[in-house]
């Protein structure tokens, strides 16, 4: 019988945290808005409430019925949540006056209580609240304590519900995966056998349920994602799969042979198509890098289109859709602006008439590279950069053209290859070359030279959503420099990009 956990989000940054955490663990759960109905059926093993951005004292707080939870199932309130748990069964909450933020050093007060379990006494924990919980809910008592926050912890007695306002989800709160680990484990009583291995495994059965022997269709991008879509959908219907990989003449240098290559390796039947001028052609004169990513999406529709038309009798198109993709987000301060429209497949479903497959649906994106070593793929085809679907148009600033792509192909290919040479292209979350349309003067020999200019930029990042510029030694960019110089053509400037994210972005555009 499947086991999962459900955790209801009142908007935390931290929410998707703890739905990492849980599935580090081992177990199945799924991230709901507070305000959506679900069934709370016999796989559902326990609840999680996130933190919120509101404070549970405002009118228009978030709120959710627990009747049906509470007392029923075991119930896990973290800093909102618990501070929910306080307000609403016979406790108080109130502003706090003392500093809730950052570090504190957790007092454990009740050893005996299954949350805490072999939690060492003083370990650090990470506090982020302005409110406090002044007195417990009914039936409650303290478990641990904090310097400044008396309710650090606390339990209900004659129920499996417990408070904690403080974040074991954050790396910060170093004991926080034992206490995540005690709730799963000895008071949810979860199996916790949710591995890359069971997951194939169902996987791949209900596949071959879903689809019997109809032809599914994908498009493969070079990427993680669709790349272990393809190989799970693979091992369920065979050559039933056919994939598409289009050359959008916006790759990196080699990069449609060497992945086209390696998909056939892998024994998936796979069709490259060659669209290179129908893009490029699109993309003259156009310099606004939204037109450029709207043409660039429309072009892929219309050739994924003509080429899976020639597929008879298709019925689905598959989709290497992940997790954060589809978690509903709870929006706290109205929608958010669209800094970037993502193209990639949208709009295609609607348009051929097709019914949707998405494998790695419940899947984080370090969970999707689990699968694939499980499923054998090759580790250099797991820990690929991201690499966006518009491809090196939104790193050449302006009008794209063949030549200004083959420049950028070429100093690409000398940052990436000396990244991987000198052992740095794991350290980095993605690195990238733009190509500015600023030409600056120089001197090669005795001639002066007025050429262009290439642009370094190498991240660290967890998730893309923030990101800070990789510390690159000082030598490794020195040669990178020279080589790009002295072999590009045209090229006589090379920078390097110390922007953050925020309040820059990973691409330029
Ligand atoms: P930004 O530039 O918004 O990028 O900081 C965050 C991450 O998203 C990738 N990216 C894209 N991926 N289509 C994609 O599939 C796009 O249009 C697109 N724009 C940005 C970017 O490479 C980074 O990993």
């Given amino acids: 019988m499947a086991e999962k956990i459900l955790i209801f989000d009142f908007g935390s940054q931290y929410t998707q945290l703890i739905g990492r955490r849980l599935r580090e663990l081992n177990v199945y759960c799924e991230i709901h808005p507070y305000n959506k109905t679900v069934a709370l059926d016999d796989s559902v093993k326990g609840v999680v409430l996130s933190g919120s951005p509101y404070s549970v004292r405002e009118a228009d707080a978030p709120q959710l019925n627990l009747q049906p939870i509470k ?17 609403h069964f016979g406790g108080a909450v109130q502003r706090s006056d003392s500093r809730e933020y950052g570090r504190a050093q957790l ?92 997951f194939i495994e169902n996987t791949v059965n209900a596949l071959k349920d879903t689809l019997g022997n109809d032809k599914v ?17 693979h091992h369920a219907i065979g050559a039933n799969l056919h994939c598409i990989f289009v050359d959008n003449g916006l790759l990196r240098k ?21 669209a290179t001028v129908d893009f490029l052609s699109a993309l003259v004169d156009v310099s606004d890098p939204e037109k450029k990513r709207k043409i660039i999406g429309r072009m892929f529709i219309e050739v994924f289109d003509r080429e899976a038309y020639k597929i008879e009798n298709v019925k689905w198109l598959a989709q290497g ?20 429209s993502h193209h990639n497949v949208g709009g295609l479903p609607d348009r051929m008439n097709l ?14 590279r ?30 794209v ?90 090229v006589n400037r090379v920078l390097y990009d110390i922007s953050s994210k925020p309040p820059a972005t990973i691409e330029w555009e």
Avoid at 71 to 87: D, E, F, I, K, T
Avoid at 257 to 263: F, G, H, I, K
Avoid at 321 to 340: N, R
Avoid at 440 to 467: C, F, H, P, W
Wanted: net charge negative; proline share 5%.
């Fill in 254 to 274: 080699n990069e449609f042979a060497e992945v086209l290559e390696s998909y056939r390796d892998m024994g998936l039947n796979i069709t490259g198509v060659d």
């Fill in 107 to 198: 007092s454990v007060k009740d050893a005996d209580s299954p949350l805490l379990k072999d939690v060492a006494t003083n370990s650090q924990v990470w506090m982020s609240h302005g409110d406090t919980i002044t007195a417990l809910p009914h039936n409650a008592r303290v478990i641990a304590s904090t310097a400044d926050v008396d309710n650090a912890a606390f339990a209900i007695t004659g129920e499996p519900t417990y408070g904690l306002q403080f974040h074991p989800e954050v790396y910060h709160s170093t004991e926080g995966m034992k206490i995540l680990q005690n709730f799963v484990k000895d008071v949810c009583g979860c199996r916790c056998d949710w591995t890359p291995e069971s």
């Fill in 370 to 399: 689990r699968v694939g070593m499980a499923l054998g793929m090759k580790p250099e085809l797991l820990r690929r950069h991201p690499f966006p679907g518009p491809g090196l148009a939104v790193r050449i600033s302006g009008e």
């Fill in 401 to 490: 053209s063949k030549e200004k792509v083959a420049i950028l192909q070429e100093a690409d290919a000398i940052f990436i290859t000396g990244l991987r040479t000198a052992n740095l292209y794991d350290r980095v979350w993605q690195a990238a070359t733009i190509l500015l349309p600023v030409k600056s003067v120089g001197v090669m020999g005795d001639e002066r030279t007025y050429e262009s200019t290439i642009v370094l930029r190498a991240v660290t990042s967890t998730d893309g959503m923030t990101a800070d510029w990789a510390r690159l030694p000082d030598d490794f960019l020195a040669n990178v420099s020279n080589d790009i110089i002295n072999k590009v053509k045209s």
């Fill in 71 to 87: 007392g029923r199932l075991p119930l896990l309130g973290v800093c909102y949540g618990a501070q929910y748990l306080a307000h």
């Fill in 217 to 233: 269709v994908l498009g493969l991008s070079g990427g993680v994602d669709s790349s272990v879509a393809a190989m799970l959908l």
């Fill in 355 to 368: 019914r949707v497959v998405e494998p790695l649906r419940s899947l984080f994106k370090d969970e999707v």
């Fill in 321 to 340: 859709t992940i997790y954060p993709d589809v978690i509903e987000s709870v929006s706290v301060h109205g929608p958010s602006a669209t800094i970037k």
